[in-house]
């Protein structure tokens, strides 16, 4: 094989003979309390050619039956029914594989795009280096091929990598091959592992939440990226996620599980048209999509309670201020000789008692550097920033903290916040201790379970550890730390960026209630705007550390000034087919923006 040899193939035929298929398949796993069933009988199949979504919640079968089409299932799992990938005399029945089988078909016949690029590449080699590990791995199934041995020289897999890694649309490819995996963003990580799946041309390509976290602007072009490899080379794709929106922008078909079953199949558009299970309702309707809640309060069925947080802000704009930050500036120090970095810059805004402001932007906007500036977490190099009352510049830590217990903080993941060494009740009130309202986790216990139970979690989740809770309800727990000592100001970072659609909407009830009850001030992070529109009063847009547009929620939603808005609304997917292939559309006739 030369490597100048073109690395595609002719797009495959729908109509043709499957490139997976699933057959009666069920999984347990063991467990020191007994098997648990994680899937139970189901059946589908992979077309050539077509994009298959399986979504679902946390917990309904989808990763475990994305395992098991690349046979990585554990030792303690129980397996009946069939897999098999490939068609014809190229087939493989994964669930009776050789391990020298499946190792072979690993990357040949299907390969995995993992939901987290940061723990799939290895921080210590080079792009370079494991991209020519994969060529290195089967190199005896590609001689057999007919692969020569300068084929695996390092100048032709270097070649090779290059290659693939413009073709996924890395900037000056010849240079950054040779670049660690730090060294890229997020979004520049995920576009390597999909370059790493494709490097062998398999048939199946299983992408497993590729876009869970990342910005709406970088999740779309992820979502274009994977829409050409299943252009380009002829690959079926195998969509795991629980975003709607992501199903109704990539997938043709759509296969729902809940509690480890298959409750309905359907042509995407069929699916969202007309939805057929209560599950596959209930999934949709939790959706958070921009206008919903304006809408609601319309709806003559509508609960009295639905709120619209848009039309509290003139009111709010009255009220005595909490957070005030005038032309501010936070600069992070450059180590060995090397510049500075101004992480945010002439950024002005103020948050209102009882208001909810939502600071959006994409990842290194400056979100989370904003937040901890008024968490007093970073240092303030410039402008003026007020908490509370007090001036941020200058603040020596001794005087800030009497202010740091009127402040609480939700952080973006509570699984990596709690100390998995204490109970959740020992997380909940260690605020309680450190700020003297409590001795010890014993006489904090009554103030516990009054949190938990705002929070809609039974008392006896306080002796829990963080692990034995699932990721909606750490991120209650989370919350109930957040306001334990009854803050003036709360902080979210990203809270809801990670859970399911359904556990989200919850969470968002959830926030949205302990607002209304407790009136805290608070500004909510999010680089989802249908999120914002959900919870905020008001809405700041950042862009590379500077502020460029902000106002009233409904203002900025429905006829945003800024072109970065604009391109922020138009990458956000939504929940219906038609509307979405407008919008993908829409958002490729935008010009990049940059200030």
Known sequence: MSTSEPMTTDRYQVDGAPVAQVENLSVAFATDAGAVQAVRGISLDVRPGEVLAVVGESGSGKSVTANALLGLLPETATIDGSVIVGAGDDALTVTSASRRQLRAMRGLKAAMVFQEPSTALNPVYTVAWQMAEIYRAHRAELLARGWSKDDFSKKAMRARSIELLEKVGIPDPHERVDYYAHQFSGGQKQRIIIAMALALNPGLIIADEPTTALDVTVQAEILELLRHCRDEFGASIVLITHNMGVVADLADRVAVMFRGEIVEQAPVADLFANPHHEYTRALLGAVPRIGKREKAAFDPTASTQVRQPGELATELATRPIAVEAKDLEVRYEGRFGQ???????????????????????????????????????????????????????????????????????VFQDPAASFNPLMTIGECIAEPLIVHGHAANAEAARPRVNELLDAVELASTYADRYPHELSGGQ??????????????????????????????????????????????????????????????????????????????????????????????????????????????????????????
Do not use: W
Request: charged share 20%.
């Open 339 to 409: 510049p500075g970095f101004l992480a945010v810059h002439d950024a002005s805004f103020s948050v209102h008692a009882g208001e909810v402001v939502g600071l959006v932007g994409e990842s290194g906007s400056g979100k989370t550097t904003t937040a901890r500036a008024v968490a007093g977490l970073t240092r303030v190099t410039g402008g003026s920033l007020t908490v509370l009352g007090a001036e941020m510049h200058g603040m020596k830590e001794k005087e800030f903290r009497p202010i740091r217990q009127r402040i609480g903080y």
């Open 474 to 595: 750490r991120q209650r727990a989370s919350l109930a730390r957040g306001i334990a000592i009854n803050p003036e100001l709360l902080i979210a970072d990203e809270p809801t960026s990670a859970l399911d659609v359904s556990v989200q909407a919850t969470v968002l009830d959830l926030f949205l209630d302990l607002q209304h009850e407790f009136g805290f001030a608070c500004l909510f992070i999010s680089h989802d705007l249908a999120v914002i529109d959900e919870v905020s009063h008001s809405i700041v847009v950042m862009y590379q550390g500077t502020i460029v547009e902000q106002g009233v929620a409904r203002d900025v939603l429905q006829a945003p000034k800024h072109p970065y808005t604009r391109r922020l609304l138009a990458a956000l997917p939504v929940p219906d087919p038609a509307e979405q292939a407008h919008r993908r559309e829409q958002f490729a006739q935008l010009p990049a923006f940059t200030l």
